[in-house]
Every structure is written in structure tokens, then in C-alpha cells.
Nanobody
Framework: QVQLVESGGGSVQTGGSLRLSCAAS????????MAWFRQAPGKEREFVAR????????AYADAVKGRFAISRDNAKNVLYLQMNNLKPEDTAVYYC????????????????????WGQGTQVTVSS
């Protein structure tokens, strides 16, 4: 049974930092793209960042470029999201997701591309 478990969320003030983690288990994730999405109250789930299993392939949403960094430890099956210079508009539930292979272009940033999801972790940024 595949499990993705997020942790590291919390409440910070504007300009603060948080590091999210996603522990994956249940099968091998070799060859899988891992991604972060987020969903704010009353809004649709949106793409944040994604990273291929190996190599330099990664992508970020424009809203987080230069502030967030995605990484993964394949030996431990853990995905990370380092979030710096947080803003109130970053407030959302953050979800970890996994999808087979790597997609170039915008397809890789759509929620439908990913078949496995975690339960989410809340991030709240106050002004």
C-alpha cells in the first residue's frame, strides 16, 4: 500500500522559513516524479514544484521561484520542500504527490498527472 506522509508544516510570520518533508513508502519510487502542490481555502489545488527521480529535471511555479527549493533523498524515499521568504499568500495545505516518469511542459504540473497523494500539511503565514 502506497503511503505519502507530509510533515513540517506550521505557522510562521512573513519572511520566515519552513522545510516540508514527505516520506514515501509502499513500493519503489524509482523513475517517479515527486511533486508538491498546495490548496488555499476556496481555491483550486495548484502546482508548486516537481523533481525527477534522477538528473537535474525540476520545475517551479512562478509564484515560488527563487524562494522555494525542492529536493529528494532517493535512498530514504523522502521528498523535501525548503520554503524561504514566506508570504501570506503561501498559506495553504501542502500536498506531496508521485507520478510515473517525467513530463516535459505543462502536463507535468497538472494534478491529474499524479496518482499517489499524501494527506497534506498546513502552512500558515501571518503578516
Amino acid at each position: 500500500q502506497v503511503q505519502l506522509v507530509e510533515s513540517g508544516g506550521g505557522s510562521v510570520q512573513t519572511g520566515g522559513s519552513l522545510r516540508l518533508s514527505c516520506a514515501a513508502s509502499g513500493r519503489t519510487f524509482a523513475g517517479y516524479t515527486m511533486a508538491w502542490f498546495r490548496q488555499a481555502p476556496g481555491k483550486e489545488r495548484e502546482f508548486v514544484a516537481r523533481k525527477s527521480y534522477t538528473g537535474p529535471h525540476l520545475a517551479y511555479a512562478d509564484a515560488v521561484k527563487g524562494r522555494f527549493a525542492i529536493s529528494r533523498d532517493n535512498a530514504k524515499n523522502v521528498l523535501y520542500l525548503q520554503m524561504n521568504n514566506l508570504k501570506p499568500e503561501d498559506t495553504a495545505v501542502y500536498y506531496c504527490a508521485a507520478g510515473a516518469g517525467w513530463s516535459w511542459g505543462t502536463e507535468g504540473s497538472t494534478a491529474e498527472r499524479y496518482g499517489d497523494w499524501g494527506q497534506g500539511t498546513q502552512v500558515t503565514v501571518s503578516s
